[in-house]
């Protein structure tokens, strides 16, 4: 969220951020409702201050034996009236706050205005993608003929877009986990962390899915809880309404967890395979630092999510997301795009943010560089590190061999007990 004051003294500036994210939601009614805020605030004072004066004549007149009860109705009066203007005030908070919360991140200076991923510079490539002697299959055609993915049987069970994984099928999924929380963990420094896969209506709001994106949530019936989208939520809402000391700082958390997403706005996009599940496992990726650190914070996480795929040793390239493609509470975001040859093209695996103090400013996390210090906000990144079925799709695409079987990549060989390759 951003600082109100800050909206309300470059609305011209937000305006014109909105207009480059491709955002179309209207502040015409932001200063009428800021004014009539304080314009309230300042009536209430008004009021008390008479309130106060008036009591104090109360006291006086009862000492020297005057009658009171025409006084005391007046301050009575006065003070039905601050409560009336109380409660306005509390209605035209909320519409503000509610106005506050749909405004998303003001993107980092060097973020390219774009409309959409067409417009996503390339920073940086690793590995060449293999030439094939046959025609590469795409992996839900191998996984079906391996017969280690049903999805028949599992839209009999649940619906569309799910999947039964079995056999070395389901060893490869639970290898993929097991390969990044260990790279994350003895590599890169990260805290392994295991969290809940249902978070309250606080903890949406603090991370931004709430109140804008309700759509693509799992709401519990009856209950004010939501399955996880993504592990972001619950580890950035793990210091809500904390201070954290600056010695602690920065703090590295790797957490798996399924995750589960309605895909509301992805009616007809890949509607076969594992690239887009209504339930899927990720490892996140969660950094709190210091504002002054997060941009190198940043690049540090990009490079941990890099080297998932440098050791499994398949293809991707960087790019960097213009403003009308990046996340509502993003100021800066690289996507990492795996190469899957029977697309032969490039597809997102990871996204790796940083919300700067946005997502603080919601979730109210704060550091104090020392005790003498103020509060400030601190910094939060986040980033797939990575995203488990999508790296199994681009396992069975690269590592796909002319007699239908599948090589296992080196380093996942001991996490699958000795199993080199997968055969039909």
Known sequence: MLDMKF?????????????NRNNALNLDNFSELEQKRRAILAETEQLKSQRNSTSKKIGAMKKAGEDTEAISAEVRKIGNKISELDAELRDVENNLRDLLLHIPNIPAADVPIGLDDSQNPEIRKWGTPRSFDFEPKAHWEIGTALN???????????????????????????????????LHANKHGYTE???????????????????????????????????????????TNFHRDEILSAETLPEYYACY???FRAEAGAAGRDTRGLI???????????????????????????????????????PYHVVLLCTGDMSFTSAKTYDIEVWMPAQNKYREISSCSNCTDY??????????????????????LNGSGI??????????????????????PKALVPYMGGVEKIRP
Not at 362 to 371: L, T
Not at 387 to 408: M, P
């Open 387 to 408: 995203a488990v079925g999508r790296t199994v799709a681009a396992i069975l695409e690269n590592y796909q061999q002319a007699d239908g079987s599948v090589k296992i």
């Open 148 to 182: 280690i993915f049903d999805f028949d049987r599992a839209g009999k069970v649940t619906g569309a877009r799910f999947t039964f994984y079995r056999g070395l099928g389901a060893r490869l999924e639970r290898a993929c986990i097991n390969f990044m929380m260990d």
């Open 257 to 259: 967890t399924a995750c």
């Open 276 to 314: 887009r599940q209504h339930q899927f496992n990720k490892v996140e990726l969660i950094k709190f630092t210091k504002p002054e650190d997060s941009w190198q914070e940043l690049e540090s996480m990009v490079d941990a999510a890099e080297d998932v795929l440098r050791v499994l040793e398949i």
């Open 7 to 19: 909206v309300r003294d470059n609305l011209d500036l937000i305006r014109a951020m909105l207009k």
């Open 359 to 380: 997502q603080a400013r919601r979730a109210n996390i704060k550091f104090r560089r020392d005790k003498k210090s103020k509060p400030e906000f601190v910094h939060t």
């Open 193 to 235: 962390m295991l969290a809940p896969y249902i978070v309250n209506r606080d903890s949406m709001i603090g991370t931004g899915q709430l109140p804008k994106f309700a759509a693509d949530m799992f709401k519990l019936e009856g209950l004010d809880y939501y399955l996880v989208p993504t592990a972001e939520v619950p580890m």
